[in-house]
């Protein structure tokens, strides 16, 4: 059956896992351009901070509509980069008690973590005003907040991290366009997948280009200046650009590819006793993760891996267990032992797609 218009990949074998990632089909598609462009770098001797990262710098303000953009060495750092360029350190902050840890260490680190609960569909509880020196709200699978719900008090700094979310949109806005700043991640399995990690910050503010610049370079603008605030080396490599910048080239299409399979998907298991996790009604998802809530998760899980599917579980830590709060959580704590995702990327064959339904439904 031909599901959909794919770009051509190789049949899945027999006996092989139906992956999370695919950097190999992503390399065959983009090699040309990879090629040449690693060629140009190491020539020219020119491995940091250069072209590449100019060029996807400006795709990415092309994309938000930002006035700045800086790369840095991966999503974690550009969390704490923007913590540190806006003076978000020994402060009140919220941060909602589930996603990927990375959401929260690094506010964890040097901050009063504030924990939040969170809807039904995994993301932040922002249904009342935030009085926080800083709020930190996660685009979680994909999935935007509800921005026009956020509500803040004078002086609450908004960084808002989309490290899954780089081409979803609210309201026609593309997420990133919100907060203080906003904070992109490329890694191998981000919606610009990368052989390696890195991560972006763009903002508005005229006043913060040189803070964020050198809180990204240890707190120096150059080598020679003197120390200007806290820092972490973020430098952003030549190799690592050129990859995001390739990559935002076909941002568009491997997108419309991952709706299409989210959305088989769906019409799949319509009948079948499981939620999936969704975007809101205002929200234009990038189907960055087809996420579901489901009863018997962890026999699902191994249903799944013994069948040839690597399904995996996004997430499954109640970050209040660690760093510590005096709150409840009954919805993420519930959420952590539920939520289950299956393969869903650009480089999917139909035959893959299929196989993955059919196992599904033959589960339930």
């Given at each position: 059956?031909?599901?959909?218009?794919i770009?051509?990949t190789s049949p899945?074998?027999?006996?092989?896992m139906?992956s999370?990632?695919?950097g190999?089909?992503?390399y065959?598609?983009?090699s040309?351009?990879?090629a040449?462009?690693?060629d140009?770098i190491h020539t020219?001797?020119?491995?940091?901070?250069?072209?590449?990262?100019?060029?996807?710098?400006?795709k990415?303000k092309?994309?938000?509509g930002?006035?700045?953009?800086?790369?840095v060495?991966?999503?974690t750092g550009?969390?704490?980069?923007?913590?540190?360029a806006w003076?978000?350190?020994n402060?009140k902050?919220?941060?909602?008690?589930?996603?990927?840890?990375?959401?929260v260490?690094q506010a964890?680190?040097?901050?009063?973590v504030d924990?939040?609960?969170?809807?039904?569909n995994?993301?932040?509880?922002?249904s009342?005003?935030?009085?926080h020196d800083a709020?930190i709200?996660?685009?979680?699978?994909?999935?935007?907040?509800?921005?026009?719900?956020?509500?803040?008090s004078?002086g609450t700094?908004?960084i808002?991290?989309?490290?899954q979310?780089l081409?979803?949109?609210?309201?026609?806005?593309p997420?990133?366009s919100f907060?203080?700043a906003?904070?992109?991640?490329?890694?191998?399995n981000?919606?610009?997948?990368t052989?390696?990690?890195h991560g972006a910050?763009?903002?508005?503010?005229?006043?913060m280009?040189?803070?964020?610049?050198?809180a990204g370079?240890?707190g120096?603008?150059?080598r020679?200046d003197p120390?200007?605030?806290?820092?972490?080396?973020g430098?952003?490599?030549e190799?690592?650009?050129a990859?995001?910048?390739i990559g935002?080239?076909?941002?568009s299409?491997w997108?419309?590819r991952?709706?299409?399979?989210?959305?088989f998907?769906?019409e799949?298991f319509?009948?079948?006793?499981?939620?999936?996790i969704?975007?809101?009604?205002?929200?234009?998802?990038?189907?960055?993760?087809?996420?579901?809530?489901?009863?018997?998760r962890?026999?699902?899980?191994n249903?799944?891996q013994?069948?040839?599917?690597q399904a995996?579980?996004h997430?499954t830590?109640?970050?209040a267990?660690?760093?510590?709060?005096?709150?409840?959580f009954?919805?993420?704590?519930?959420?952590?032992?539920e939520?289950?995702t299956?393969?869903n990327?650009a480089?999917?064959?139909?035959a893959e797609i299929?196989t993955v339904?059919?196992?599904v439904k033959?589960?339930?």
């Amino acid at each position: 059956m031909n599901l959909f218009c794919i770009s051509a990949t190789s049949p899945r074998k027999e006996n092989t896992m139906i992956s999370n990632v695919a950097g190999d089909r992503l390399y065959a598609q983009i090699s040309d351009r990879l090629a040449d462009a690693y060629d140009k770098i190491h020539t020219s001797g020119k491995w940091i901070d250069d072209v590449y990262t100019a060029s996807a710098e400006n795709k990415l303000k092309s994309i938000t509509g930002r006035k700045y953009a800086r790369l840095v060495s991966s999503g974690t750092g550009a969390i704490q980069v923007a913590l540190l360029a806006w003076n978000i350190i020994n402060k009140k902050v919220a941060c909602t008690n589930f996603s990927y840890v990375a959401s929260v260490n690094q506010a964890c680190l040097i901050n009063d973590v504030d924990f939040f609960d969170t809807d039904a569909n995994a993301l932040m509880d922002i249904s009342h005003e935030f009085h926080h020196d800083a709020v930190i709200p996660v685009s979680l699978y994909g999935n935007t907040i509800d921005y026009d719900s956020l509500k803040t008090s004078d002086g609450t700094k908004v960084i808002v991290d989309c490290a899954q979310s780089l081409g979803a949109k609210y309201k026609d806005r593309p997420d990133g366009s919100f907060g203080d700043a906003a904070i992109f991640s490329f890694a191998r399995n981000k919606p610009v997948p990368t052989a390696g990690t890195h991560g972006a910050i763009v903002w508005d503010d005229d006043s913060m280009l040189d803070k964020v610049m050198a809180a990204g370079i240890n707190g120096k603008l150059g080598r020679n200046d003197p120390i200007s605030s806290f820092g972490v080396n973020g430098t952003p490599f030549e190799l690592q650009a050129a990859w995001i910048d390739i990559g935002l080239d076909h941002l568009s299409d491997w997108q419309s590819r991952r709706r299409q399979i989210h959305n088989f998907y769906k019409e799949a298991f319509e009948n079948l006793p499981i939620k999936i996790i969704e975007g809101g009604a205002n929200c234009e998802s990038n189907y960055h993760k087809f996420a579901m809530r489901v009863d018997n998760r962890d026999k699902f899980c191994n249903y799944l891996q013994n069948e040839g599917i690597q399904a995996l579980l996004h997430y499954t830590d109640s970050f209040a267990d660690f760093f510590g709060s005096e709150k409840l959580f009954p919805a993420s704590t519930q959420i952590c032992n539920e939520i289950i995702t299956l393969p869903n990327h650009a480089w999917m064959t139909d035959a893959e797609i299929e196989t993955v339904a059919h196992k599904v439904k033959k589960f339930y």
